[in-house]
């Protein structure tokens, strides 16, 4: 039986529950100095000058450094600009400032509590200009990013201008500006030998790190080194380089010593990205018979002055539902805020919110249960590209979904189920999520004792690519998983890419698998032209290899390991690697699920409590039961976030967020979260790679606001369109 899809316990699961896992804020080298950044109080404005005058005096203070001593870059530390993950860094080269909490200053000291204290008192007079901060103002300037993903920013078929219809939704849903708070900040320890510079860094793209800092120091490429065993969340923000890695690497160049550095839990809200807040204009117009005629998706969202990023929320618009008439459009307004950034199902989890609470409203009008709207309008193929799907399972999802679920026992009118003083309300959405893949490398190594690693520079994020990887290459030789050692997490090794956009199981296992089989081949060759060896002389066709042993039919197994260590116990290598090729010219790719949400609201507090949420997944082939579950669970529970409690509050009047820390930024905690049930349908994709794998790590928030929106207004009667939804809202 192939130990793919079999629920493994994580390889890596006994060095994280021990404490022994190393992250890069754990990173100690000898010698090191520590950093802390200064950010800017303003939103607008130019430096005059700094006063270190008070710093002078404290023990242990090494190096001030600012825009007016900051060494210069090449291209004024643009280089490594290349959007969406290559960004316009904040690295001391210019007096002017664009948003509150920009770097404008880096100090370093001996120990982490001297430089703290010379970074509070670091005295900044500005010459202050006025901020733009009002979002809904900003909308008469608002302009076109003009590609969205690679796709046009703006999509028209049909003629939406004209239709006219039976039953009708207009309306406005709104989602706040978000902000990433993974348990482990951004931290880095950067540390020069010569002209070389290793940098330990918490980062989902070490690739992409590496590349990026390269240009930015104006440095070959071989000359940067970005390591990374573990990740201690990442969820986007850590997808892109941001300026104090490079600002580390600076300061370490300088004192001639390496230098660490780690985000302050407030710095985590500015400087490092966040999702966006979103306006969007959702017209949905169907016939008597539910038969949708007519979908407009108008998408507002914010970025920064220093430059564009889009909030792809129209996007799911495009492919989830047969109509003649679609029209969707994306469109920013530019901010004095930090650049926003990929955050978990970027433009999925905010445009599902819009669409899927849309065709709920739609189907109260109708008369209509919410699952029969969405099936009758299934497409047969995508409706946008006109391509058929590699695999959609959503049929299969809604079905399996709503029996887990006993969406059965629901009635149809609003406030019409109840349990003594408490409101019950059950909801539900369809999720969705793109398969993307890019190339990747690998490498297979079997060594004189039996141990096979297998290496490539991608990132473990805690999603459980050790593990995951540990099976493929496991499954390919068919060698035992406790006698495969994965690597990972080294810019040295064969290049991966980024661990974000639900990527690296579809990207890197092929890979893997490449190499492995790779490996299978040499050995098996090698054991042919082995005289000792049992199968000496075999067709290759002939030999078997079972659980690590390689025998053909009447000759006796033997240890590969045996093979090996005769011929002169030297590593057997294989390399491997797998990229896209023309399969989405051909097909369309997307993991499709159904979501429900059943929430229970105290009638005079407005309180909300979820007891329970049931998901049902089509994501191809699942590597591992047991990961997989868990990266669902992760996903549902940050929906629930994302409903209920996620909201980044910006000061108008500073350009400030007022609640960037874990007391008043609320997340979900144990006693918020019920139950959940989640699972993955049957589901054959021949057509994304060789594998038939896709990614999970995003899919699992997308429609649950929706779902849980949808379910308070059945509870309720009340129709909540602005994210968070607070007992406020319902107090009406």
């Known amino acids: 039986m192939s130990v793919i899809g079999q629920p493994l316990s994580r390889v890596d699961g006994v060095q994280k529950i021990t404490g022994t896992a190393t992250y890069s804020g754990d990173m100690n080298l000898k010698n090191q100095a520590h950093a802390v950044l200064v950010l800017s109080s303003v939103p607008k404005g130019r430096i005059v000058s700094f ?82 901060l009002d979002f809904a103002a900003g909308e008469a300037n608002a302009h076109s990013p003009g590609k969205v993903n690679g796709e046009n920013a703006d999509s028209t078929r049909g003629v939406m201008a004209g239709v006219r219809a039976s039953a009708q939704v207009s309306a406005t849903y709104e989602t706040p500006l978000e902000h990433h708070n993974p348990l482990e900040p951004h931290a880095t320890l950067a540390h020069w030998d010569g002209d070389q510079v290793t940098l330990y860094d918490s980062t989902q793209f070490i690739t992409g790190a590496q590349t990026t800092l390269a240009k930015v120091l104006g440095l070959p490429k071989d000359h940067v080194r970005f390591v990374c ?50 306006l969007q204009r959702l017209k949905v117009a169907a016939e008597p018979d539910g038969r949708l005629i007519g979908i407009q998706h108008d998408v507002l969202s914010h970025t920064s002055v220093m430059e564009d990023f889009t909030e792809p929320a129209a996007l799911q618009t495009r492919i989830m539902y047969s109509s003649p008439n679609v029209s969707t459009s994306h469109r920013l307004v530019a901010l004095n805020v930090g650049t926003p950034t990929f955050q978990r199902a970027p433009g999925h989890a905010t445009g599902t919110f819009a669409l899927e609470s849309s065709l709920d409203e739609l189907a109260y009008i109708l008369n209509m249960d919410p699952i029969e709207l969405r099936l009758r309008n299934e497409p047969d193929i995508d409706p946008e590209k006109k391509l058929p799907w590699s695999a959609r399972s959503l049929r299969a999802c809604y079905a399996e979904g709503a029996a887990a679920f006993g969406w059965s026992r629901r009635t149809a009118a609003p406030k019409s189920m109840q349990q003594g003083d408490i409101a019950v309300g059950l909801g539900m959405a369809a999720a969705t999520y793109p398969a ?70 579809a990207s890197v296992a092929p890979a893997v698998q490449a190499a492995a089989l790779a490996l299978r081949g040499k050995l098996i060759d090698l054991a042919i032209a082995d005289p000792a060896s049992s199968v000496h002389g075999v067709s290759a066709n002939e030999v078997t290899i079972q659980n690590g042993s390689i025998g053909a039919a009447s000759r006796s197994p033997e240890p590969l390991s045996a093979v090996v260590a005769r011929a002169g116990g030297a590593d057997i290598i294989a390399e491997g690697s797998a990229q896209p090729g023309a399969e989405k010219q051909a097909y369309s790719m997307h993991s ?55 909201e980044s509050l910006l000061d108008q009047r500073t ?49 649950v606001a929706a779902a849980l929106a949808n379910a308070v207004y059945h509870a309720t009667g009340v129709r909540v369109r602005r994210l968070p939804i607070t007992l406020d809202t319902l107090l009406v």
């Not at 573990?230 to 600002?247: D, R």
Request: hydrophobic content about 40%; aromatic content about 6%.
């Open 592 to 646: 499709f699920g159904a979501v429900f949400v059943e929430v229970h609201i105290d009638r005079e507090l407005g309180v909300i409590r979820v007891p329970k949420v049931v998901g049902r997944y089509g994501i191809g082939r699942l590597l591992n039961a047991k990961t997989g579950r868990s990266q669902f669970i992760g996903g549902v529970v940050w929906g629930l976030g994302m409903a209920l409690m996620e």
């Open 229 to 278: 065993p573990f990740v201690g969340g990442g969820f986007g923000c850590k997808g892109s380089m941001w300026s104090h890695v490079a600002l580390a690497a600076l300061m370490s160049r300088h004192l001639h010593r390496p230098v660490k550095l780690v985000l302050e839990r407030p710095q985590m809200f500015g400087p490092v990205g966040g999702r966006p807040r979103t």
């Open 655 to 703: 350009g400030r967020i007022v609640n960037a820390n874990l007391a008043e930024y609320h997340v979900p905690t144990n006693a918020d979260v019920g139950e959940i049930d989640v699972d993955v349908v049957q589901e054959h994709d021949p057509h994304i790679n060789s594998l038939g794998v896709r990614g999970i790590g995003e899919i699992g928030i997308t429609g």
């Open 436 to 505: 993307n893949r890019q190339a990747a490398q690998a490498r297979a190594r079997m060594q004189a004792d039996g141990l096979v690693v297998v290496q490539s520079g991608t990132q473990e994020l805690g999603t459980g690519t050790y593990t995951v990887m540990s099976q493929v290459a496991a499954d390919a030789l068919d060698y035992p998983v406790e006698r495969i050692k994965f690597e990972l997490g080294d810019s040295d090794l064969p290049q991966a890419p980024v661990s974000g956009g639900s990527q690296s199981v």
């Open 51 to 132: 006063d270190d005058s008070a710093i002078s005096r404290l023990p242990g203070i090494l190096h001030v450094m600012t825009c007016f001593n900051a060494p210069r870059l090449p291209h004024n530390g643009r280089a490594g600009v290349n959007p969406p993950a290559g960004r316009v860094l904040s690295l001391l080269q210019e007096r002017e400032i664009h948003y509150n909490r920009e770097p404008i200053a880096v100090v370093a000291a001996e120990t982490l509590a001297q430089a703290s204290a010379a970074a509070a008192l670091l005295e900044v007079r500005y010459q202050t200009s006025p901020a733009v």
